[in-house]
């Protein structure tokens, strides 16, 4: 059984928000079935875009980066990704050492 969009999304937060990295949701989805994307902010003008992908030979979901560059291009990406899908989340994470989590055991999945 998979996660609602939104409880991933608040469990998430939670972890961050544990280990004092600052998150905010800046596009709200679809509680139940919405795609999430996870920007990481650097503060130094730069960012990466993270989404999660199901690869269909091992049949393991991962978090792979979308976009990355100058913190506007990155924007842009979500911009296009939301014109696509406005049931899309999108997370912010601002922290300058690059911490996102989304490594860790429960998120990396």
Excluded: C
Excluded at 13 to 37: M, S
Excluded at 64 to 80: F, K, Y
Excluded at 89 to 98: A, I
């Amino acid at each position: 059984m998979r996660l609602t969009a939104r409880f991933w999304i608040d469990a998430y937060l939670a972890r961050l928000r544990l280990a004092d990295i600052p998150a905010f949701v800046t596009a709200h989805g679809d509680d139940h079935a919405g795609a999430v994307l996870v920007k990481m902010n650097t503060l130094d003008g730069q960012a990466v875009l993270y989404q999660r992908s199901f690869d269909l030979m091992t049949g393991e979901r991962r978090w792979t980066v979308l976009s990355e560059g100058e913190e506007r291009a990155v924007d842009e990406a979500v911009a296009r990704q939301r014109g696509f899908d406005p049931d899309l989340w999108v997370v912010e994470v601002e922290d300058r050492q690059g911490r996102h989590l989304l490594d860790e055991p429960g998120l990396a999945e």
